[in-house]
Structure formats: structure tokens, C-alpha cells
């Protein structure tokens, strides 16, 4: 699945820079709904909304204090969305995440080395 689209949250700085050092188009809900798209951040409600309403895969990946302070509710309606959503997190994130059990039922692992698109 090669992901062409990506949608950053306001919460993190410069949007247009981090989509485009990932070689990402950014995301429209109209136009892009269907197809595989990169949410990055988990700040607030309109983050959430986002991926609610999106109908296509999706890699929702967690920045820092958004997967920290992930309340269990929101962990569990994500997890629910399992497999059509898929959750990445940097290793020493995930790690964080998981020893407090949170997410651990659907937090993927991975070092941070994404770049050239993402797969």
C-alpha cells in the first residue's frame, strides 16, 4: 500500500515542511477519502474526527505527548477501527505506551527512519 497523502495536526509545527520531507501530498477530506493516507498527530478533536471519517487505510502515527496522554476510550475506538487503521509510534514512544498498557493491544513499533514516501 503506498501511501501518496498526508494530513499533519495543527498541534505540530510546520505541517507544510513535515509533509514534505515525507513526499506527501497534503490531505482533502473530499478528495482523498478513500484512498491510503498518513495521520500524523493525535491532538485534539478535529485529529480524531479525521480519521473517524476517512474510509480508506490509514497510518495514524503518534508524535509524542498525543500517544502519552491517550485516553483509554479513544485507545479502544482506534483499536476497533483495526485493520483499516494502522498505528505507528517511535520505538521509545511505543515502549513508554506500552508499559503503562495503554495501546498496547494495537501500537506498532518502529525506529524513526521514515523518509522517500511512506509504504
Do not use: W
Amino acid at each position: 500500500m503506498k501511501i501518496a497523502h498526508g494530513r499533519v495536526s495543527t498541534a505540530l509545527a510546520h505541517p507544510d515542511v513535515r509533509l514534505r520531507g515525507l513526499a506527501l501530498a497534503p490531505y482533502d477530506a473530499a478528495q482523498h477519502r478513500d484512498v491510503p493516507t498518513l495521520f500524523m498527530g493525535l491532538y485534539a478533536a478535529e485529529d480524531f474526527n479525521a480519521i473517524l471519517t476517512h474510509r480508506g487505510p490509514a497510518t495514524l502515527m503518534f508524535c509524542g505527548a498525543d500517544a502519552r496522554g491517550l485516553q483509554p476510550m479513544v485507545a479502544n475506538m482506534i483499536a476497533q477501527m483495526h485493520p483499516r487503521v494502522r498505528v505507528l509510534a517511535p520505538k521509545l514512544l511505543a515502549d513508554d505506551v506500552r508499559a503503562r498498557e495503554t495501546a498496547s493491544r494495537f501500537i506498532s513499533s518502529r525506529e524513526s527512519r521514515v523518509g522517500q514516501g511512506v509504504t
